[in-house]
């Protein structure tokens, strides 16, 4: 998994549910954030941004560490997805 990208990125609850235990188990396990890491990882992706702001070089090495910002921020959210979904199985 890279830069919060995987399988259940792009999957709706009703797909989310169809998932066996066992696997919706390994997917919160691989899926958990990491704050401090992402943290650092904005933080030089948003100083990537500024310093292509002020040498006034837009284009995609601004594009770039906004999509990977996306990303990254998006990832909590799909784990408290699946949070709920265990939640809701009884498996947490």
Do not use: C
Not at 14 to 36: C, I
Request: overall charge positive; cysteine-free.
């Amino acid at each position: 998994m890279l830069w919060g990208v995987n399988k259940l990125d792009h999957m709706n609850p009703k797909e989310r549910s169809q998932l066996t235990d066992k696997e919706l188990l390994e997917a919160a396990k691989n899926n958990k954030p990491s704050p401090l890491i992402d943290a650092f990882f904005i933080g030089f992706l948003v100083g990537i941004i500024i310093y292509s702001v002020a040498a006034n070089t837009w284009g995609l090495l601004t594009l770039i560490p906004l999509f990977l910002i996306y990303g990254l921020l998006k990832k909590p959210k799909q784990y408290e997805a699946l949070k709920k979904e265990l939640k809701k199985r009884n498996l947490q």
